[in-house]
């Protein structure tokens, strides 16, 4: 395997998990704030670093040199493929305009220190390759989020039993696969894998973790915890590989079911960040949706929309936490009309919104394009389903949008309009989402070198023939 | 440099000029830094303007050549050689897609020129013009679109802008939920198109109007579909079509767009918008005519429309409405006659509709001046009689009918209680459950509203 000419990825992980102890002990918010970005922005670098040197070895794969973890576990555990070199540098950029867009208000509430262990926790799971280390961190990665449910003494059984279950299913699933040598013993292993990695997709009809999470943990942190899409990295590293069709089809159905059922959910919602989680679940579903085709045009339909998704939503989901700083919960049952208050921010909700749902010019056309041609290669249906859902997520959106901006004056003593910081990392996000969603081909070319090598690894010939009742066409 | 090069260069100007112009404003404003009236007034002025100008030369250039069809290739903006996926941008200047986007600036400049005044110092004068610079962009894209791809992207764009003018005085509740009225029919109308597009891009690899109507310029193209492909494909861009120009039983929007500024409810309602959906017929008409009974289908929408908005704008008590309706009579003749087979002179007609509807929206709010300066000139009253048609009916049908128009064909109300409110009901109910059950399992009680973290 190749080598990077430095050690990238354990950096990546490294530094923001050792920062975390630092920035955890200082007492004054803003000071933490500013540690944290600071560390937030040497691991955005130490990733673009870490791709650009992977992109210049011409490889699919490559290992950090000094590789301290394979000197100790003698394998490479930690590997930087065409899959995730863009990832790495995605996540961190997400966390750092996460904290970069954090309101003055929430300082005291936010802890960046456990920002920045999640950071390094969802790094290393990117950067994962080997089965039980993957299922681990993954497990571990929910840690930081259990920590701030228990900060907050918030409820924290429903986020416990989701992601529990779905550890422990990937558990068996794995053991079951690997250890068993009967066809039926690896096909149940296959099954349970399937449902784990549905399970922390938050897929219908085990989804209640995300609007539970969204209800009680810091808005930022269920954002951070769930846009990386932990869950389809997983189905792409655990399930991809090993599938026979029956299980790529059983989470391309659940996915489509999901798809559709939480857009139309997000119509409904009366609830500010239920709307975005609904939103947020249907979108995330269509990556999914892409991994049934197993063909290279929808698997990197399925790859860009990923990217979107991430973006997009990330972007939409900050935005509305600036409003919310400045406002309190919104309900969308009535209107607010703050418009004239932040006009910057409602074109960034508009600008965000659009682009998550594939409008024309913005990152999300062309994933929604690819996806939706590899959809109809299935069944005209599947083709359908999608269209009808990214139609009925932007009714959702416009109609949030109207909500929570026009409508009425909204009547202020104090000055509402975005601060710099929030402005910054808007502009971040507007010019990636256009700026991407004018020049897509280098990302599509780079999906779909990442696809087909996803799937010349898949390895099928062993597999079983479908268990009788399996989910088929 | 050849004729035909000159004439790509200009074509290429053409389109540039208007999708520079939204990009500046859009800049601009997300930037913080919106321009003056003075300055934004020049840039607008000028963009149409260079823009107007190179699609003249255009013109000019094909006449003086004979040249009947004209192509500005950007190339692919996506392309997946091993898996012949591409997604090309590309322009075409032909007999359709010249007088429609030299009408398309006419009447933007005309119409911008004309709004520049009517919102001087308004709140929302940026925001109007950056939906104008969207609505413009798009009409031009979509006007010259060589590709199906190319289309959906000024189709879209049109919808977004029209959705967010409706809803300009959008201090207000009612401008706003008609907006939203008109962004949901807009978006179904945008999934058949959608679901149209992708499934010629499957059945051709490509959207290209040249491979699909065949290498004829337009109108004589043959399409290069079976007749049953181009039933299912004619129908969902019919579909498409119906929701962007108001056609039955979609034409519920079209009198609530009228909650917009005067400027855009004649640039989009009564010019360009509306006819949008003609449009698209006329550019897909080799796919139409390959199937007898999409054909059919075509002729009697048209006609179901045209009798349904000539009833219902009878009876209006507002301008804006009766134009409104007025406009819809028109554009379903115009898919009466697209469907009969006389594209062009359904494109005369949508020509000099366009013009003629502008100028009466423009006018619309000096109406009562104008009728009593037109009474003033003859000496007696203007005739607002019935047609005789109508006192042949029974006075109990008369009443009915009276009744039907004037509730605008019930189709929003049906629409409401047979789709929207059970939707609502069924996932409003879904959501209740869901929440019951997460406050269940995680061990609160059932009735306390949700408390929000952070």
Known sequence: MNELHLPWLELCILVPAVSSLWVGRIPDAAQARSAGLAVAGATLFLALAGWIDFESLFSFEAHDHWDVVKSLLGRDEFVIDKLNAPLLPLTALLFFLTMLATPRVKLGKYSFALALLSLSSTLAVLSCKETWLLIALVGVNAIPMYADLRTRKKPTRVFLFHIGLSLVLMVLGAVCYQWSTSDLGRGAGIAMLVAAVLIRSGCAPLHCWISDLFEHAAFGSALLFITPLVGAYATMRLILPIAPDWALRSIAIVSLATAFYASCMAIVQVDSRRFFCFLFLSHSALVLVGLETATPIGLTGALYIWFSVALSLTGLGLTLRCVEARTGPLALNRYHGMYSHMPHLAGSFLMTGLSAIGFPCTIGFTGTELLVEAALDISPWVGGVVVVSTALNSIAILRAYFRIFTGKTHQSTIELGSVRSERIAILTFAFLLIGVGLWPQPGVHSRYDAAVELLGHRDITEIVVPPEGAATH | ?454
């Open chain 2, 1 to 454: 440099m050849s004729m035909s090069q000159w004439a790509q260069g200009l074509g290429f100007f053409t389109v540039l000029c208007p999708a520079a112009l939204m990009l500046l404003l859009g800049f601009m404003l997300l930037i913080h830094r919106p321009l003056s009236e003075l300055v934004l007034g020049r840039w607008l002025k000028a963009s149409v303007g260079v823009s107007l100008i190179c699609a003249l030369a255009v013109l000019g250039i094909m006449l003086a050549t004979g040249s009947r069809r004209e192509f500005v290739d950007m190339g692919d903006m996506v392309a997946i050689d091993d898996v012949h996926f591409h997604f090309r941008m590309k322009f075409v200047f032909d007999r359709l897609s010249v007088p429609m986007v030299i009408l398309s600036l006419v009447l933007c400049g005309t119409v911008g020129s004309f709004g520049l005044s009517y919102l001087h110092r308004d709140a929302g004068f940026q925001r109007f013009f950056m939906c104008f610079a969207m609505f413009l962009a798009g009409m031009t894209f979509a006007s010259l679109a060589g590709t199906i791809e190319t289309l959906f992207l000024g189709w879209e764009l049109v919808g977004l802008s029209s959705a967010l003018l409706v809803a300009y005085f959008h201090e207000r509740t009612a401008p706003v939920a008609n907006g939203l009225r008109v962004w949901a029919v807009y978006r179904l109308a945008d999934a058949a198109f959608l679901a149209a597009a992708i499934a010629l891009h499957h059945q051709t690899g490509g959207g290209d109007f040249s491979i699909l109507m065949g290498e004829e310029p337009w109108p004589a193209g043959t399409a290069s579909l079976s007749s049953g492909t181009a039933l299912l494909v004619g129908t969902f861009l019919l579909i498409a079509a119906a929701g962007k120009s108001g056609l039955v039983p979609f034409s519920g929007w079209l009198p609530r767009a009228m909650e917009g500024p005067t400027p855009s409810s004649a640039i989009f309602y009564g010019a360009l918008s509306v006819h949008l959906g003609a449009f698209l017929l006329l550019r897909v008409s080799p796919i139409l005519h390959q199937s007898t009974l999409l054909c059919s289908m075509v002729v009697a929408l048209g006609l179901i429309s045209a009798t349904f908005a000539a009833l219902a704008g009878r009876v209006q008590t507002d301008i804006k409405s009766a134009l409104a309706f007025a406009s819809l009579t028109q554009v379903s003749i115009i898919v009466v006659e697209i469907g009969l087979g006389f594209l062009y002179l359904a494109l005369i007609h949508l020509i000099g509709h366009a013009c003629m509807r502008s100028l009466q929206l423009l006018r619309a709010p000096t109406l009562l001046r104008d009728y009593k300066t037109m009474e003033n000139a003859i000496g007696e009253s203007l005739d607002h009689g019935s047609p005789r048609i109508i006192a042949w009916l029974a006075p109990s049908m008369q009443r009915r009918l009276y009744r039907t128009a004037m509730e605008r064909g019930y189709m929003d109300s049906i629409l409401d209680d047979s789709v929207v409110k059970p939707f609502l009901r069924l996932f409003s109910t879904f959501d209740r459950w869901e929440r019951i059950w997460t406050r269940w399992l995680s061990g609160l009680n059932k009735n306390p509203n949700s408390t929000h973290s952070d």
